[in-house]
C-alpha cells in the first residue's frame, strides 16, 4: 500500500516562508510527476507547481518566482519551498505523486491528506 503524508504547513505572516513536504512510503518501484495543489474554501483545487522524474518544473503564474518545486528521488520525497507568502496563499495544500508499484504495472495517481497553511498578521 502507497502512502503519501505531507508536513510543513502552518501559521505564517505575510512576507514569511514555508517549506512543505511530501514523503511517499509502501511498494514504490518508481515516481513519476509529483505535484503540489492547493484549495482555498469555496475554490477549486488548483495546481500550484509541479515536477517530472528528470527535473522539469512547471508553476502557476501566480507563484511563479516565489515559490520552489523539487524533490529527492532517494527519498521518495518532495518539497515545496515556499517564500514571500501573501494571504491569497492560504488554502488547504496536497501533494499528489504519480506512482507505480511494479516495473510492468501502469502509474496511478496518490494523494496526501493534505496540511494548512494560513497566512495572516
Known amino acids: 500500500q502507497v502512502q503519501l503524508v505531507e508536513s510543513g504547513g502552518g501559521l505564517v505572516q505575510p512576507g514569511g516562508s514555508l517549506r512543505l513536504s511530501c514523503a511517499a512510503s509502501?511498494?514504490?518501484?518508481?515516481?513519476?510527476?509529483m505535484g503540489w495543489y492547493r484549495q482555498a474554501p469555496g475554490e477549486a483545487r488548483e495546481l500550484v507547481a509541479a515536477?517530472?522524474?528528470?527535473?522539469?518544473?512547471n508553476y502557476a503564474d501566480s507563484v511563479k518566482g516565489r515559490f520552489t518545486i523539487s524533490r529527492d528521488n532517494a527519498k521518495n520525497t518532495g518539497y515545496l519551498q515556499m517564500n514571500s507568502l501573501k494571504p491569497e496563499d492560504t488554502a488547504v495544500y496536497y501533494c499528489?505523486?504519480?506512482?507505480?508499484?511494479?516495473?510492468?504495472?501502469?502509474?496511478?495517481?496518490?494523494w496526501g491528506q493534505g496540511t494548512q497553511v494560513t497566512v495572516s498578521s
Open positions: 509502501g511498494s514504490i518501484f518508481s515516481i513519476d510527476a
Open positions: 515536477i517530472t522524474s528528470s527535473g522539469s518544473t
Open positions: 499528489n505523486a504519480q506512482i507505480r508499484i511494479g516495473r510492468y504495472t501502469k502509474g496511478r495517481d496518490y
